[in-house]
């Protein structure tokens, strides 16, 4: 019963946003308290709940996501995608864009987190795309597929981090092994698959978008890429501190708190106020005009993320994937296979690969005491059911139809099927490498 009323909830909120056209936030608060009341949540904790569930999406992204914009209004409006497309058109060619993009955010998506990743990346294709009039979803869908593999298999990700610590498994070789199974998840998923998708039309947002400006205008290929990728620079060098000064508290404290997403993007928005701004002939008004416009600009997109952090709490306080893990629990099936789907389960359920990841290895940690199960395996198996099927309750759903301007329609058949082209493929790598290792 607790999962039909679920999967109700779901569809409902589908009809509301495409039949019924109403804005997806009021609809995520509509169906939030529908869902609460159904699923037995006290009247008092409903309420609770959805504030919460705006609360912690927001207080976590917020900062993020309005200096990402900030960014990427700035990198557009300088001239510097516009740089940057050229000069990494000219280093892979048109054939090859797509493969490069996704390269890029494969080595970007190891360091830094998801959202951010996103935030950065997006203004990138985007410019590559308005330059050079390819699809926007065929383009910018394997680099995101990369990033998304990343934050699911790989740490130091939140999820797979605290796997690792929960099943004493080996750091070093989870990224091995992670690394093995996300290069085909991520090629299949991202170039292979995106073939399929280039009659999507998408219109991205006009943020990131800019009347094409004289070479002698546009600042310098190093400037350029310096100033967009900062934050990919910082994560980097504050990994290494953490590295080399382990033993000292000082150093390594100061070097967590440089890594903090809402610290590194505020420091990279300073700099580039000055390296892409000022320094380009801008006056402080006008740069400050700039920020303003993206913040406009993405607004619903961020009321739209709270809502659906209402529903995730709501489904979350409800004990739907406490109940949910324990009925798959008693399942007699190959252990490796069983964290996927209890996984993949609750992710498609709740919409966060992190609560999935981190409920369904509290739920498989007792089954593992008596069972000869590689933890490493363990990790990569729950990693990559986490990432399954991303639909309307997830914030990462509704960050890609937003920024790409989509329909429902056309982004669950470019983003929740490249999500379940991940899990699904993750999963057989690692019933892959379990008969090798």
């Known amino acids: 019963?607790?999962?039909?009323?679920?999967?109700?909830?779901?569809?409902?909120?589908?009809?509301?946003?495409?039949?019924?056209?109403i804005n997806a936030f009021i609809a995520f608060l509509f169906v939030s308290i529908l869902a609460g009341l159904l699923l037995g949540?006290?009247?008092?904790?409903?309420?609770?709940?959805?504030?919460?569930?705006?609360?912690d999406i927001l207080?976590?992204?917020?900062?993020?996501?309005?200096?990402?914009?900030?960014?990427?209004?700035?990198?557009?409006?300088?001239?510097?995608?516009?740089?940057?497309?050229a000069v990494m058109m000219k280093i892979f060619g048109r054939k090859y864009i797509q493969w490069g993009l996704m390269t890029t955010g494969f080595i970007i998506g190891i360091p830094l987190f998801y959202n951010v990743g996103f935030v950065l990346m997006v203004p990138l294709i985007f410019s590559v795309v308005y330059k050079y009039k390819l699809p926007a979803v065929y383009l910018g869908l394997p680099m995101l597929a990369a990033l998304s593999v990343t934050h699911g298999f790989l740490p130091p990700h939140p999820s797979p981090a605290a796997?690792?610590?929960?099943?004493?498994?080996?750091?070093g070789l989870t990224m091995f092994y992670g690394i093995m199974l996300a290069i085909p998840a991520i090629i299949i998923a991202g170039p292979v698959y995106s073939k399929t998708l280039k009659n999507i039309v998408a219109v991205p947002l006009k943020t990131f978008q800019s009347d094409d400006l004289p070479e002698e205008k546009l600042p310098g290929t190093w400037n350029s890429f310096i100033s967009a990728l900062l934050?990919?620079?910082?994560?980097?060098?504050?990994?290494?501190?953490?590295?080399?000064?382990?033993d000292n508290p000082e150093v390594t404290g100061f070097a967590g708190f440089l890594a903090?997403?809402?610290?590194?993007?505020?420091?990279?928005?300073?700099?580039?106020?000055?390296?892409?701004?000022?320094?380009?002939?801008?006056?402080?008004?006008e740069v400050m005009s700039i920020y303003g416009d993206a913040v406009k600009d993405i607004a619903m997109i961020l009321l739209i993320i709270g809502g659906s952090g209402a529903l995730k709490q709501v489904l979350s306080d409800s004990g739907v994937s406490k109940e949910i893990g324990d009925v798959l629990a008693?399942?007699?099936?190959?252990?490796?296979?069983?964290?996927?789907?209890?996984?993949?389960?609750?992710?498609?359920?709740?919409?966060?690969?992190?609560?999935?990841?981190?409920?369904?290895?509290?739920?498989?940690?007792p089954l593992m005491i008596n069972s000869n199960v590689n933890p490493e395996l363990m990790v990569l198996s729950i990693g990559a059911g986490s990432l399954?099927?991303?639909?309307?309750?997830?914030?990462?759903?509704?960050?890609?139809?937003?920024?790409?301007?989509?329909?429902?329609?056309?982004?669950?058949r470019s983003w929740s099927i490249m999500e379940t082209l991940v899990a699904v493929i993750g999963l057989i790598g690692v019933l892959i490498l379990n008969q090798i290792v």
């Open 163 to 171: 796997l690792v610590l929960q099943f004493h498994a080996n750091m």
């Open 260 to 285: 903090e997403p809402s610290i590194v993007m505020f420091l990279t928005l300073c700099l580039t106020t000055f390296t892409l701004g000022i320094k380009m002939g801008k006056s402080m008004k």
């Open 388 to 412: 399954m099927f991303s639909h309307v309750n997830d914030p990462g759903f509704w960050m890609f139809k937003e920024y790409f301007n989509l329909g429902i329609k056309d982004t669950i």
């Open 41 to 55: 949540v006290p009247l008092t904790g409903i309420t609770k709940s959805v504030q919460k569930g705006v609360g």
């Open 59 to 85: 207080g976590s992204l917020i900062i993020v996501i309005v200096f990402g914009a900030m960014l990427g209004k700035l990198v557009a409006a300088s001239g510097a995608a516009q740089k940057i497309a």
């Open 1 to 21: 019963m607790t999962v039909l009323i679920v999967v109700g909830c779901i569809l409902l909120l589908v009809l509301l946003t495409t039949w019924g056209k």
């Open 330 to 365: 008693g399942l007699s099936i190959e252990p490796l296979f069983l964290g996927w789907l209890i996984a993949a389960v609750i992710r498609v359920c709740l919409g966060s690969a992190t609560v999935a990841g981190l409920t369904a290895a509290g739920i498989i940690a």
């Open 231 to 246: 934050p990919v620079i910082v994560m980097a060098l504050t990994t290494v501190a953490v590295l080399l000064f382990k």
